[in-house]
């Protein structure tokens, strides 16, 4: 019987109370329905924009807010190295402003510079992340299915050759640190072919060495004996005697400049701070090494001998002279400590000598080159620089143009990265999903044979004790899990069932309430169903398995998706009794994921393991509400 009559419905009074019911029930489904969609959708963001919130993700409609998240991953979520490249000053990428307008010609022009320059003078970009080291950015993504091609899917052959112990193709991009003066990467084969698939990746994932944007961090880190001032553009323009709006305006040139200031910096950076291979010396300075050489081993060729075994070519060594300097760093051995050594002796080393090819001075060089003069340069860009010397690289107007250029692959991208990184994840970890299937339909399948019948026999046989077995039933609710786990515990610990199924599955096999729940309804079901079974000589196991369990398909279906849901987001348990991690389930792999995993993954791992219990409860809806609805009704 409804609660309003048909009739009563007709008046203002029962139409506006019926309104406010279905605007409470409304408001109601918002606030179940908005938490899951802004969890699906921070799930597409990266540490640019996971902190918005928003129910729709600012780069799906906007380029700007895009381009902050390509910048990011583009420079390895490094603000301080997007600052050495572009000469900005950003705190982080959220900073980070769409540039105003781009010259085309000049990025086309830019794109055919950076084509010829070493690869050792780039970053390769996309390649990691220096906060998250273990996300996949597009580069990584790319160098995988680079690994899987060339070894045509064959871990084992990988290994050999990198003589690594792996069992998936889940190697990162080995971390470039061009800029920095003693880095000296590990030349192997897996570097060989990094650099081979570094060569035939897109231009937009190279970056040049910000060589000068190091010059700017070395200037404003020395120590001018002014205590703790800070080194800005102010004082550098009272010490250049030039005016230096931004530190960005102090330019590394290719030789020891005029001002005694700035040559006197310029050196120092050279001889202490420059990364080795950016430095070259004349022909002349030939002379000079081996005076040093001559010092430094005391005059005895025997020991120098000893030191370099061979000569340039592996000519054997009948002179001082057979030892030469090396146009470029030597990178390894004997040779390299010496290159060096002679470079920061500012007794041996004299400062006419030395040279800088950076990719800085490279591009301007290029400039020159191409349209001799500043003037033509800034005509054919529309800029207005005051000297070749000042031209920058086009490095932030690239980044733009190339976002825009591939804004459809990238946005893609981005949407999938977390997710691809979560099942990458729970591959690596592959017996996860066997543990948690066998968990859940071992336990779904114990409540739903010893809850009935336990409920069964309590219905079935009128014991004098029936009700107080209920109130101990009943009682168990009292108590949190927490409070159960340790006897648990100790219980399966006494049993010998640590690390096994029986640990996860038996403290959860029998339920109070299914059982209360179960025999409530079992008494309501008419005694005559009993009565006519038992005259045709059912036995009672056929009157549980035949007439009992079929009516009590709803009520079942609660129950199933209640020890389902408990089975499959448990992880304190299983991670208390399993402390091995072959025996780990899903749930607790993605818990220990959360310690290393940024928010934004986080939500995406949360909206997978989300999908089964959707998945159950979509195809079994009207069941589990007809489970819900007939024992109330009872």
């Known amino acids: 019987m409804p609660h309003i009559a048909v009739v009563g419905r007709k008046s203002p009074q029962a139409r506006l109370l019926i309104a406010g019911i279905y605007i409470i029930l409304s408001l109601g489904a918002v606030t179940m329905v908005v938490p899951f969609w802004l969890m699906v959708s921070n799930s597409f963001t990266s540490n640019v924009d996971s902190h918005d919130f928003k129910l729709i993700p600012a780069f799906f409609y906007d380029d700007e807010a895009l381009y902050r998240k390509y910048a990011e991953s583009a420079f390895n979520e490094d603000s301080q190295l997007f600052n050495y490249a572009t000469g900005e000053d950003i705190g982080d990428f959220l900073d980070l402003e769409a540039p105003k307008q781009v010259n085309q010609a000049r990025i086309e022009e830019y794109n055919q510079w950076l084509q010829a320059l070493p690869l050792t003078y780039t970053f390769t970009a996309h390649a990691y992340s220096v906060s998250k080291p273990k996300i996949t950015l597009e580069g990584v993504k790319r160098y995988q299915q680079f690994l899987v091609k060339r070894y045509q899917g064959d871990i084992e052959k990988l290994n050999e050759a990198y003589r690594e112990d792996r069992e998936y193709f889940d190697l990162q991009l080995r971390r470039e640190e061009w800029h920095k003066r003693v880095f000296q990467p590990l030349r192997d084969v897996r570097h060989d072919e990094m650099m081979e698939f570094k060569r035939d990746l897109p231009l937009r994932f190279r970056i040049p060495a910000p060589v000068e944007g190091m010059f700017w961090e070395f200037l404003t880190n020395q120590d001018y004996g002014r205590g703790d001032a800070a080194n800005d553009a102010a004082f550098f323009s009272q010490r250049y005697g030039r005016k230096i709006e931004n530190l960005s305006d102090i330019h590394l040139s290719e030789r020891m400049p005029a001002g005694a200031k700035f040559a006197e910096d310029w050196l120092t950076y050279v001889r202490k701070d420059i990364p080795y291979q950016f430095v070259k010396f004349d022909p002349g300075a030939q002379a000079f090494f081996t005076q040093w050489l001559r010092q430094k081993y005391a005059n005895d060729l025997e020991f120098l001998r000893e030191a370099y075994k061979t000569g340039e070519g592996g000519k054997p060594i009948t002179d001082w002279g057979d030892i030469k300097l090396a146009a470029d760093y030597p990178w390894e051995g004997i040779a390299a400590s010496d290159w060096g050594g002679f470079l920061e002796d500012d007794k041996a080393c004299p400062p006419a000598l030395i040279y800088l090819d950076t990719p800085q001075i490279r591009y301007r060089k290029w400039l020159a080159q191409r349209y001799q003069t500043v003037d033509a340069v800034n005509a054919k860009y529309a800029t207005s620089f005051a000297d070749l010397d000042a031209v920058a690289l086009p490095i932030i107007e690239a980044t733009w143009t190339d976002m ?58 009128n014991l004098p004790q029936t009700y107080k077995i209920l109130l101990f039933f009943l009682a168990t609710m009292a108590f949190p899990a927490e409070v159960t786990a340790i006897p648990n515990f100790l219980l399966m610990k006494q049993l010998h069932m640590l690390n096994t199924f029986f640990a996860l599955i038996l403290p959860t096999a029998a339920n109070g309430y ?24 059912a036995s009672e196991t056929q009157m549980f398995t035949r007439i009992c369990l079929p009516m009590s398909t709803p009520v079942l279906a609660v129950i199933g998706l209640g020890a389902f849901t408990m089975a499959y987001g448990s992880f304190l348990w299983a991670f208390v009794v399993c402390q091995d991690k072959n025996m780990w389930t899903l749930m607790v ?25 959707l998945i159950v409860f979509i195809f079994a809806q009207d069941v589990i509400m007809r489970g819900i609805i007939i024992p109330m009704e009872k």
């Open 514 to 537: 299914s059982i209360f729940l179960l025999k409530g309804f079992f008494d309501g079901l008419p005694k005559e169903l009993y009565e006519a079974a038992e005259l045709d000589g």
């Open 404 to 461: 825009l250029a591939d804004k459809g692959p990238i946005k893609r991208d981005f949407i999938g990265r977390n997710y691809r990184d979560v099942v990458a994840y729970i591959s690596v970890h592959g017996r996860a999903l066997r543990n948690t299937l066998i968990l859940v339909t071992c336990v779904v399948l114990l409540t739903l044979t010893i809850n009935p019948l336990s409920a069964y026999a309590l219905s079935r046989y």
């Open 589 to 613: 792999w993605l818990q220990q994921m959360q310690s290393w995993a940024p928010q934004s993954m986080v939500y995406a791992a949360l909206v997978l393991a989300a999908i089964p219990t």
